[in-house]
């Protein structure tokens, strides 16, 4: 199998503070790893490092073999917070077009008709195609993220980046945006922090529990030792067959 994200010895520093240190990750070809952890524990540190937005401050990170700058329009990102304006005059079909500039790396660029009918298919792939008129002002949290992760896909990456894309949604919302995400995966890589911990166990290929330091990556098997571990209770989990001792406490690093 093809690994397409490899970081090696990564730690990275805001200021003074320590978001994460000395972490090894290697990730492969149509992944889907959900990443769990604590509040500061570093996992958007990680997402933004794979997306080339944060620079280690020591160790590397590799991006289908190039650094993660050199990968444009390989990586469709939704990030935790998004900064697009609900009130802006914006269509669904207008706001998931942008995406293609992304694609196309060019600021003025005029659309073709290539970029119409990729966004028109990605719509009808996400469920959104009826909303396609609609002002995203008027869209419910379910139908907002949709477009988003839209958006992502529009630009055709290889590689899908989510940061808790179910937050705040109901739990119908939820279930469907994975159930697409699960289809997604047939074709690309998905990485997605998350803290819906149900859903990490249904739906994700593998885990990587995080806290600064990343402690386990294998399958997505939640036990009560595995969750214990995570969030700093006194435990052992048997990873790849090795027991590792944890202590009662872990500190909290930058609120990522």
């Known amino acids: 199998m093809k690994t397409v994200v490899e970081l090696e010895n990564v730690s990275v520093f805001y200021g003074n503070v320590r978001a994460i240190s000395d972490i090894s990750l290697k ?3 149509k992944e889907f790893l959900g990443i769990i952890g604590p509040n500061g524990s570093g996992k958007s540190t990680i997402l933004k490092l794979i997306a080339g937005l944060v620079k280690p ?3 590397s990170v590799q991006v289908l073999g190039l ?3 050199n990968t444009h329009g390989k990586i469709g990102y939704v990030p935790q917070r998004f900064n697009l304006n609900r009130d802006f005059p914006f269509s669904v079909t207008e706001a998931v077009l942008t995406g293609r500039l992304t694609k196309h790396n060019l600021f003025m660029h005029q659309y073709a008709d290539t ?3 990729a966004v028109e298919d ?3 792939k996400l469920e ?3 909303l396609k008129d609609r002002q995203i002002g008027q869209l419910s949290g379910g ?4 477009v988003l992760i839209a958006r992502a896909l529009v630009m055709e990456p290889e590689i899908l980046l989510l940061d808790e894309p179910t937050a705040s949604l109901d739990a119908g919302s939820k279930s469907h945006i994975y159930s697409l995400l699960k289809d997604i995966n047939e074709y690309i890589t998905i990485i997605m922090v998350s803290h819906d911990m149900g859903v990490v166990s249904s739906y994700v ?3 990587a529990c995080l806290n600064v330091s990343l402690f386990y990556h294998g399958a997505p098997e939640l036990t009560d030792t595995l969750l214990g571990q995570v969030y700093g209770c006194p435990v052992e989990l048997l990873a790849h067959g090795v027991p590792h001792r944890v202590l009662p406490q872990h500190g909290e690093g930058y609120h990522d």
Do not use: A
Request: with cysteine; glycine share 4%; hydrophobic share 30%.
């Open 67 to 69: 650094p993660p700058c």
């Open 128 to 130: 959104i195609y009826d």
């Open 205 to 207: 290929k593998s885990l």
């Open 115 to 117: 970029d119409f009918t």
């Open 27 to 29: 990730i492969e070809e």
């Open 57 to 59: 401050s020591s160790g």
């Open 143 to 146: 139908q907002m993220q949709r």
């Open 122 to 124: 990605i719509m009808h």
